[in-house]
Structure formats: C-alpha cells, structure tokens
C-alpha cells in the first residue's frame, strides 16, 4: 500500500471516531451552538431596534439582521472549533495519543481526523444557524448562485484556518479546561469585530483594532456576497488572513505533535 492510501485510510478511520464521538458527547457541541443562536436572538429582539440606529439611513430591525447575520455565521465557527481544542486536549492527555504513536498508522492521521471532522462539524452548525437566521427574516434574495458559492466556500476556508489554530491550542494544553480557555479569543475577536456595529460608530482609538484583525474581512466580504455590500479589498484580506492562519496552524501543530514525548 502506498504512502498516500495509507494516509488515506488512516485519515478516514480517525475522521469517522470523531464524528462518533461528537454523536456520543453531543453537550459540548450544543452548548458551543446555542451561543451564536442566543446571540442572535438576543441582538435582532432585545437590541434590534436600537442597534440598528447606528446603520444610519432610517434602518429597521430588519436591516439590522441582514447586517448581523454574517457576523454570527463566522462567530458559529469560532465557537464550534473550541470543542475541537477540547477534544485534542483529551486526546493527548488521556493517553490514546501514545497508544496511537505505537501503532503502524499514519502519523499525522490524528490531526487530519480532528481537522476534517471540525470543519464539517463547523458547516453543520452554520447551516443550523443560518436556518435560523432565516426564520427571523434574514433575506439574501439579490446573492446570484455563484456569491453564494463563494459565501458557502469563504465560511469553510475559515473554519478550516480556525481549525488548525485550535488543534494548535489543544495540543499545547495541558487539560481540557486550559484548551477551553487557549481557544477563547476565537469567541471574544467577533465582538470586537463589525459583526455587531459598523466601524465607523465606534471609537477612533478601537477602530484600528477592529479593522486590522481577521474576522472584520471575512464579515464585509461575506456581506458583500450575500447583501451586495461593497466588499473592496476585503475580499483580498480575508482570503490571506485564512490562508496565512492555516498555514501557521498547521505548522505548529505538526512541529508539537511530531515533538517526543517526555
């Protein structure tokens, strides 16, 4: 057998025991997806109507939920790939990570399982979501198949970069609740982010900070393909925040696997 079906095949074992054990430990999961939906909930019911007063232009609470919506979508992943960091944490300070390293497998098979089955973890739960995004009047109705292709294919080249960051945090932690904390800046950046809020109604000296981070990018990209926002160089941005986040996530996650263990 090859170097490559072998990894193949290694890689398609590892993905179906995470998925199984997501079907089996389903809590963490629901917990992490009922957050972006409460928020939502929270911001379009509660603080719809004066939140919306910042969009400027006499905009109504549905307004503010197409402007809130691919903020949310992007806040979903960041907090689905915080079980991921939960669940490589227990992997390797349970001891199936040394079990695994005996075995004739392929050495990155571990990571790739994790990595595969977050990211359809992290679609699953967009989808889920969205769904409910729409049930409260969320419209994307001038978004052509194609923007919507490219809405669909933005959201999982994120989840992916995220991905690999917090396999990264996982591996380096120490217990679960370390990898829980490690991983948090994947929830809190959203918030300062124009998920909520155009950047513009906020202050001068925390614009910067909301501009040059990667989430606000991937939020204007995302509502220019689904809203017919203008997306500039956003676009651009985005694109090279994941693929320089996925990068780097996946070398320091192979450099710590691949250290000896002490």
């Given at each position: 057998m090859s170097s490559l079906s072998l990894a193949v095949r290694d890689s398609s074992t590892m993905l179906r025991r995470n998925l199984l054990h997501a079907r089996r430990y389903p809590s963490l999961t629901l917990n992490l997806l009922l957050t972006p939906i409460v928020l939502l909930l929270?911001?379009?019911y509660i603080f719809g109507d004066a939140m919306s007063a910042g969009l400027g232009g006499g905009a109504d609470r549905s307004d503010y939920i197409a402007y809130i919506v691919p903020g949310i979508l992007l806040m979903t992943i960041g907090g689905t790939v915080v079980?991921?960091?939960?669940?490589?944490?227990?992997?390797?300070t349970e001891g199936i990570i040394a079990r695994f390293r005996t075995m004739a497998i392929h050495r990155g098979s571990v990571l790739i399982g994790h990595?595969?089955?977050s990211v359809l973890q992290s679609i699953a739960s967009v989808v889920l979501v969205g769904a409910v995004a729409l049930?409260?009047?969320?419209r994307a109705t001038d978004a052509t198949p194609l923007e919507w292709l490219a809405a669909f294919g933005l959201l999982a080249l994120v989840a992916l970069a995220l991905t690999w960051v917090s396999v990264g945090m996982g591996l380096i932690s120490p217990n679960a609740e370390a990898a829980s904390n490690n991983a948090l800046p994947l929830i809190i950046l959203p918030f300062i982010?124009?998920?909520f809020v155009p950047l513009d109604t906020m202050p001068g000296w925390f614009q910067p900070i909301a501009e040059y981070q990667p989430f606000t990018p991937a939020i204007e990209t995302l509502r220019g393909l689904l809203l017919g926002s203008e997306i500039g160089n956003n676009g651009w941005l985005a694109l090279a925040w994941c693929l320089g986040?996925?990068?780097?996530?996946y070398r320091w996650s192979?450099?710590?696997?691949?250290r000896d263990p002490k």
């Open positions: 929270l911001f379009v079980g991921t960091a939960v669940s490589v944490s227990n992997d390797m990595v595969i089955g049930a409260i009047g969320f982010s124009s998920a986040l996925t990068v780097l996530g192979k450099s710590v696997f691949n």
